[in-house]
């Protein structure tokens, strides 16, 4: 007998919304590498592959907690030595 929505948990429907959510993205990934360059993903494809590890801060460039201060010096500093000309708002 087959189980319906109504008899699972919480924590089971969030096991599934996951694990659903993984493999669309997954066929996604696929799906954009393969229309990409032989042998290089796409920024797209790189995103929503990280996207399966959301809660994985280490997967993520930026990572700040609610109330953090953003030192932006080291931020602008960080710009330039990217390339990326810093206009003041001052």
């Known amino acids: 007998m087959a189980m ?7 924590d089971q429907l969030k096991t ?10 997954a066929a996604l990934v ?5 229309s990409s360059s032989p042998g290089r993903m ?5 995103a929503i592959d990280r996207l399966s590890d959301i ?8 990572t ?3 109330g953090e201060e ?7 500093d960080w710009l330039t030595t990217r390339g990326y000309s810093i206009q003041n708002s001052d």
Not at 55 to 62: A, F, K, L, Y
């Open 42 to 46: 796409s920024a797209e494809a790189r």
């Open 70 to 76: 953003i030192d932006e010096t080291a931020l602008n």
């Open 4 to 10: 319906q929505v109504k008899d699972l948990t919480i």
């Open 30 to 34: 696929k799906e954009l590498n393969n």
């Open 55 to 62: 809660d994985n801060s280490s997967r993520w460039i930026t």
């Open 16 to 25: 599934i919304i996951r694990e659903t959510v993984q493999d669309s993205l």
């Open 64 to 66: 700040i907690e609610e």
